[in-house]
């Protein structure tokens, strides 16, 4: 079955590109078809799109000169000139010469793919240096294997208009070709080298935090499902807080007081999506270094999403590719407030181990603290010791880095028994009176 449509999209903001949503239905693999194209809308909305169309089609495997059928994309071209629409965005991504072919069917229309689009969206919100170096080389390494298709298409489109190319789309052929496979060669070397030196900041910070024995917790999830609130909510950081995909793009870290006194550090780090392109886990590995490094992870999770277990398995997927689904984890459910009593009680009896919390409403976060401090709390040695007045960087280690238990002062030194964290305990291993594992 296959479907064609226009649809009245409710929007509050002008739009540059009129936009038609492709879509393959796979039957049972995959996400639903009417979720990934709910997904696909939200997507081109934040992107700043107006859609005026979707169409679908049930396939089994993709078509290898247009991705979906000849018959469907002549389908589209039509639909495009109906509707005047200047852009038409697959849910899926195209090969070169896929999204070269479909081009050819409707000139004068742009068509993305699916890792296009997000990347538009990344280049849309990237804030720091690093994020906007990390878009750049992911959309160069996109583009490279494109760039035939692109010139190609540039010609069709002169001679379509009268025949005389435009600024801009003069040159003499293969070789200005060459010439730009060349320079993004040239630019995807300059961006590694200039993102390293970049990188190389970040990583001296994260690993003084490593050093200095602070226990690191990063929250991950599906974007929008409320991580910016959260760290705003626990740590009154102000980051940015949009109902959009992808609102937040630059990792954030914040210091978070525990109950007990303890000061731990709270990373939001970039939101996962379904069918994430690979290319961007890559190009983002050293801003997700921080999920990797992390001593616990918190797997925010939108509890009031229809499709908020699909998310989660999506999510899990991804930090497979990082290496780290063996990480100490903690699922919290986010926005309890948008559900009613009875649907929480039924998830609380399917997931007695997760911690259910409201990022707006505030309800659940002292639990989620108490949580995370037993957590910090594996991670630490409760030991004795008599530091000498001598030492009093250690005294003051013990209060910025420890949870003190108990302190008096006496002739030879300050007595201690603290809860230290295990990386910091040898330096107090001379001191010790009595040592105990937890």
């Known amino acids: ?71 469907k994309a002549e389908e589209i071209g039509r ?10 965005v697959f849910d899926d991504d195209l090969s070169p010469s896929q999204q070269a072919n479909v081009e050819n069917l409707m000139l004068g229309v742009k068509v993305l793919d699916r890792t296009a689009l997000i990347l538009d969206i990344f280049a849309l919100h990237a804030r720091s240096r ?6 750049e080389l992911a959309q160069m390494e996109y583009l490279l294997p494109r760039l035939r298709g692109l010139w190609r298409h540039f010609g069709q489109a002169a001679a379509a208009a009268g025949g005389a190319l435009g600024i801009g789309t003069r040159g003499p052929g293969e070789t200005q070709l060459e010439t730009d496979r060349r320079l993004a060669r040239k630019r995807i070397q300059e961006v590694r080298r200039e993102l390293k030196a970049v990188s190389a900041a970040r990583d001296t910070q994260r690993h003084a935090r490593h050093r200095s024995g602070v226990y690191r917790i990063a929250l991950v999830g599906y974007t929008n499902a ?6 705003n909510a626990l740590t009154g950081a102000g980051v940015l807080v949009q109902d959009k995909l992808f609102a937040t793009l630059d990792a954030t870290t914040r210091q978070l007081e525990l109950p007990e006194g303890r000061i731990v550090t709270l990373t939001d780090t970039v939101g996962f999506i379904n069918k994430l392109p690979h290319s961007l886990v890559e190009a983002f590995k050293s801003t997700l270094d921080e999920v990797r490094e992390a001593d616990l ?3 925010v999770v939108d509890t009031s999403h229809a499709m908020a277990g699909a998310q989660i398995a999506a999510v899990s997927e991804v930090l497979g590719e990082l290496g780290v689904s063996g990480s100490p984890q903690m699922l919290v459910y986010n ?23 409201s ?18 709390a594996h991670r630490d040695r409760t030991i004795d010791v008599l530091v000498p007045y001598t030492r009093g960087d250690l005294v003051k280690m013990a ?12 002739e030879s030194g300050t007595h201690l028994i603290l809860r230290v964290p295990t990386a910091r305990a040898d330096f107090f291993a001379p001191f010790v009176r009595v040592a105990e594992e937890d």
């Open 130 to 135: 690093e994020g906007r170096l990390q878009v």
């Open 359 to 376: 990022g707006v409403s505030g309800a659940g976060l002292e639990s989620l603290l108490e949580r995370i401090a037993s957590e910090a």
């Open 79 to 88: 639909l495009a000139e109906d509707t005047k629409a200047t852009l038409v």
């Open 1 to 71: 079955m296959t479907e064609a449509k226009t649809k009245p999209y409710e929007v509050a903001h002008e739009f540059s590109d009129r936009a038609i949503l492709v879509g393959v239905d796979r039957g049972q693999r995959g996400w639903p078809i009417e979720e990934d194209m709910a997904e696909l809308a939200r997507l081109v909305d934040t992107a700043g799109a107006e859609i005026v169309g979707e169409v679908t089609q049930r396939l089994d495997r993709s078509n290898p000169r247009t991705f979906i059928g000849p018959g």
């Open 226 to 231: 409320g991580k910016s609130t959260l760290l």
């Open 297 to 299: 992870l918190l797997h």
């Open 399 to 410: 209060h910025e880095e420890a949870h003190i238990i108990l302190e008096e002062h006496v």
């Open 335 to 357: 926005k309890t407030d948008l559900i009613d009593e009875a649907e929480l009680l039924q998830l609380q009896r399917r997931s007695p181990d997760a911690v259910f919390v």
